[in-house]
């Protein structure tokens, strides 16, 4: 159980085009759901916190005009990168709290990641 | 503000060596902290997940600990395999998930 799975695993697209990646939790109810970006060779750094029918809250630096964040049912939440341009290229990795497994251990089950290459 | 630190941040042993990786957290209010692998370019792979109220979790040939107070975690692997080449990274769950920057672990045949 808690599977939480990601799509696509993989994308390229141009510079200026904007892309949607999807985070879905498989077999379990996520009223939350996060959003995390890894640079090579780097840990994962938490970029947003997305609440199912709330607006996301998005950490210092991150510009919420540039990475829109729906959490529209307890399954899905989308993240798009807008306009994408090269220095977005990283490893976007999501994951989602069970509403009532993880509740009161806060535990997070983990997306397989997105590789995001801008060209 | 959490902050996370492992030691050391790169590791090479011959195969069949027991190893310790060292997680190391500045705030003691967590629910919980957890291991994870990372292979190169991939995802997220749970090892071991250690609630606040615990000392230590066993997996196979993995044991994690927990010292609260002191604010510090090892990851203990045994008989070290060229499969556990890998990143593996802690992450203490308290305010926020926050993660160290991970111990590069390279096991040599």
């Known amino acids: 159980g808690a599977v939480v799975s990601q799509h696509p695993s993989r994308v390229i697209c141009k510079s200026g085009t904007s892309v949607k990646i999807e985070c879905r939790s498989l077999?379990?109810?996520?009223?939350?759901m996060f959003w995390y970006r890894q640079f090579p060779k780097k840990s994962l750094m938490l970029m947003a916190t997305?609440?199912?029918?709330?607006?996301?809250?998005?950490e210092q630096g991150v510009e919420k005009d540039k990475f829109l964040i729906n959490h529209a049912s307890l399954t899905l939440s989308t993240l798009t990168v807008t306009s994408a341009h090269p220095e977005d290229s990283s490893f976007y990795i999501c994951?989602?709290?069970?509403?009532?497994?993880?509740?009161?251990?806060?535990?997070?089950?983990f997306g397989p990641g997105t590789r995001l290459t801008v060209l | 503000k959490q902050e996370v630190t492992q030691i050391p941040a790169a590791l090479s042993v011959p195969e069949g060596e027991n190893l310790v990786l060292n997680c190391s957290f500045t705030?003691?209010?967590?629910?919980?902290l957890q291991w994870f692998r990372q292979d190169p370019g991939k995802g997220l792979t749970s090892l071991l997940l250690?609630?606040?109220?615990?000392r230590e979790q066993t997996s196979g040939r993995l044991n994690a600990s927990l010292d609260k107070s002191s604010g510090r975690s090892t990851l203990y692997i045994a008989a070290s395999q060229p499969g556990d080449s890998a990143t593996y990274l802690c992450?203490?769950?308290?305010?926020?998930?926050?993660f160290g920057p991970g111990t590069r672990l390279s096991v040599l045949p």
């Open positions: 994951s989602a709290r069970d509403a009532y497994r993880g509740f009161r251990s806060n535990e997070q089950f």
């Open positions: 077999d379990f109810q996520a009223t939350t």
């Open positions: 997305s609440n199912e029918g709330s607006k996301a809250t998005y």
């Open positions: 705030d003691s209010a967590i629910y919980n």
């Open positions: 250690i609630q606040s109220s615990q």
């Open positions: 992450a203490v769950n308290g305010q926020n998930f926050v």
